[in-house]
């Protein structure tokens, strides 16, 4: 859709949120790293399905990148960019999502 995101996915059976979103982030964006055990925060959206609306609530985790992919699961579909979370929050549609990369504090790494 040309739109900015960041890589999220559905739960996966067996795995924690937080391996969900690591898979997420190398099958999304190409990159590999550690997530942060606790999310920085929540967000809810309307997500458009076939038949119809469901609102959807999504635990954001963030990642230690550690390595970028030249190819990845999605390459073909999505483009990856990088840019500090301020500037981010201004082109994401959806308000909540905004609102948390617009008030994020990026923490010192995690030891886990």
Known sequence: TRRFIVPKGWPMKGKS??????IEAQEEAGVL??????PA???????RMTEGFIRVD???YLLQVTEELADWREA??????????????LLIDEPELSTLLRDLTIPAADPA
């Open 17 to 22: 949120g937080r391996r969900a979103a690591t």
């Open 33 to 38: 790293g550690k997530s942060l055990k606790q």
């Open 58 to 60: 999504v635990s954001v």
């Open 76 to 89: 073909a579909n999505r483009q990856r960019a990088w840019l500090p979370p301020a500037d981010a929050a």
């Open 41 to 47: 925060g929540t967000y809810s959206y309307w997500k």
